[in-house]
């Protein structure tokens, strides 16, 4: 029962809400070949289109989350219901989580079927990447109610670091390509803790 | 007045808010930070010498024939090319009239020096120590352009054979003593240090007047939809070209305050660090708001229009794409190749006065194209607007049945 | 079944009682103070809400429908307390002031959609649907979008999407607002259908509304319940208090400057007025009158000091 609810909930919401966006992070994959070599890499060089361009997947999926109910009416009829409104938007994440993972699996693998040296720790890697830059856009979303914002949110994180590199220290989101993976595991936290603080921060000044 | 009004609006939103604290944050951590009156002088300057040009290029494009791997830079990434028997013939007949040598004693000089091998990834590359290639005596450098160019194109663009490149790729020479003492004496006598810097100051704030204005603008445009109040102000009496220009210019007028609030600093900065008779302070606000104004324009037009055509979301998602290859197209030369149609135009030195004015021409007709631009399309937006007030258009959606255009009930 | 046998045996009958305790709440919107200690009890049946706007009714039901969180107090929906969010919303069917659904789906798949999200099992999901959209009379209409429909319809839907997952209790947000008088009626209709076996809550500042269906009522203003009862004892609270006087026209600016006018019926050069008074009106042709809810409802208002006019000039 449970699970017919979920798949309902899951596909009605995807198909009426996010194709845009589950086609805008299809389309960076695509065109991370156009813009970038991806074939006979050594590690460093491979780094470069797993941490450049991949991560924007996390910034156009992750702060959507909460898009749909911007519009106020939409959500009180939501949120009345007993699934968890939160609940539905953790779904969301979720799913986008899933569409990622699966997505730079695809790509690393066409990379390595192009003679490019791609690793387990580039993979997951250019996941922490690409969650900590959905996480930031993600918790501006949540807190300010304001899809945009979190999108600018990602976006200035995004540029922060190609200028302030030095400044942001170990969320510095290429640091691959400097043949440097410490921070990765930075990113993974910073990921958590902007996600649940998104969450627990709605639901006290926003769902009260 | 509107115009107050929409100003208000403006300063009150979160998009703004953020926007004014990222230019600022940007401009203190990137310009005020770094220049403290001791400019960095670069070690080598272009000499423009074809000679070495062409020298230069042919040694770097024998190279990468003969081990068939063409590193280039289509949007400022790493990207190696590997050639088909066609394309790789067609290089090698450009090589061969630049040289003036036929395909045997191409392959002789080949065969005469050692291999080594690269590795690529999980490939190896072998490449050959050649030494240096004669450039051919009856060659003109016009038709060594035009070679060039051909090559470019075969390799996909974004080579190091590109032809408004050429100059900025290999015609570096060390400095000298002499060559220092005139760059800062360019600095002094013809930029009066104001111009020179200037132009680093609108390089380094033209990044983010790339792409923030697109949030600013596509807020302010979608707040109607979202707050549904679009139908209330559909049916007042204003006109649609009044209220999307009174908008507009609310807009960029808004958008470009902090923009001077910088050039003031930047000033300040340039007084305090530099003997006040050696500057001609006035540069610092006419050149950056020559080249930032168009920019803030042409990026908060096309925000507007598409937002109203389509959604924020695509407004946002078309302005990163454009943004983002302008920066990457750039690549590494982060001076003296300013094009017609760059979004971004960067200069990220102090020095380089020559560089700039190779590109002066197009650096012109860019700012001009896109201020004209920026006007036309707002128009457009206004011919929009109105469209959808009267019902006749409402918005395209991308995807669903029946039409691309959306049916109001 | 036999569970149901077994509590009948054991408690007599009622598996669960059918009201509402609301004790002593308050809410607070930052300092600014919403609800100052609500006291009611509601059982099954309609009851009716009624008050100005911005009295706290829309508040007042977001936070039955657990939406909103009280500061202080005790509610209690059929036992269950109203922090138990979650059992709560699954009992309680809310349809909201400003009702609107995803606009690119369809009537029956927003319908089926909220029905997940309530927790109702797929094949049990289709059948209500269909059920529903039948009853509200969208049957039609069932594969239009949501953003097709028109304000009646978008309204009728809310009221299907409230009833989805058969709830204990329903509150309805000032469910007639905008609807023309022919949906009226057909949505008090429904509504009467439905209060038959739960507790439906009617929140209102259309007193015709109240008196077509409810028979309970409170009024609520400035966040404060002023009286609850009956509607037979509102109209008898205002016996005495209802006037009616022919007056020139000219002097009507000055009469409604000076009393409560609840009805203005203009013929030829009199007008014949309306009146809420404490004591009988200095006018000529004045009339002790038969009081009707309306006039009582303005009648409470008054007495309670809330600062009332019955006209504009």
Known sequence: ?208 | MLFGKECRRILTSLTFIIYCFVVGLFFVSQYIEENKGDPYIPDEKISEDHDVIMNGAVGNLANEYLANNYICYPYGFYKSVRLNEDDSQKVEECLLEVTGLTHDELMDIRDSGEHYYVEHGLQETMYYEIGELPVSDTITYERFCELMGQVDDILGGGSSYKVEDLVVTYSYVPMTEEDREAVISDLYEKDRVAGGYARLFSDYVGIDLGIMPVFVAAALVSADRRKRVSDLIYTRKISSLKLIFTRYAALVTMMFIPVILCMIAAAIQLIKYFDFNDLALYRMFTLPTFWLLPQLMIVTAVAMIVTEVFSSGIAILLQFAWWFSSIMASGAKLSGSISKFDLVCRHNTVFGRDEFMLSRNDFIFNRIFFFIAAIVITAITAYVYELKRGGRFHGIRLFGKDSIFRHKA | MVREIFHVILFGGDKMEKKIEIKNVSKFYGRKQALFDIDLTIGQGMFGLLGRNGAGKTTLMKTLAALHRKKGGEITVCGVPIEKAKEIRAMTGYLPQDFSMYPSMKTDEALDYLGALSGIPKAERKKRVTALLRKVNLIEHRHKKVKELSGGMKRRLGIAQALIHDPTVLIVDEPTAGLDPEERIRFRNLLCEVAEERIVILSTHIVGDIEATCENIAIMDEGKILWKGTVEQLIENARGHIFTSNVEKRFMPQIKKEYIVTGMLSQNDYTTVRIVSDSEPDLPNTVLTEPDLEGAYMYCLHSSGCDVKGGEE
């Open chain 1, 1 to 208: 029962m449970v699970s017919g609810c979920l798949a309902k909930i899951v596909s009605s919401d995807t198909r009426h809400n996010y194709v845009l966006h589950y086609l805008a992070a299809l389309g960076v994959v695509l065109l991370t070949p156009v813009i970038f070599g991806v074939s006979r890499l050594d590690e460093l060089l491979a780094a470069q289109p797993l941490e450049f361009f991949l991560p924007l997947m996390g910034a156009i999926l992750m702060p959507a989350v909460f898009m749909p109910e911007q519009n106020e009416s939409i959500r009180e009829v939501v949120r009345s219901k007993k699934t968890p409104y939160l609940g539905v938007c953790f779904m969301r994440l979720l799913c986008g989580a899933v569409f990622i993972t699966a997505l730079t699996g695809a790509f690393v693998l066409y990379m390595k079927s192009m003679d490019s040296v791609v690793t387990m720790r580039l993979f997951a890697g250019s996941l922490a990447s690409t969650f900590a830059l959905g996480a930031a856009g993600f918790f501006a979303s949540a807190v300010s109610d304001n899809v945009i914002v979190g999108y600018m949110t990602a976006v200035i994180y995004y540029i922060c670091n190609f200028g302030l590199k030095d400044k942001l220290g170990v969320f510095f989101l290429f640091s691959m390509t400097t043949g440097s993976f410490e921070e990765k595991e930075w990113l993974c936290i910073l990921s958590v803790v902007l996600v649940v603080s998104g969450f627990v921060l709605r639901r006290l000044f926003r769902e009260r």
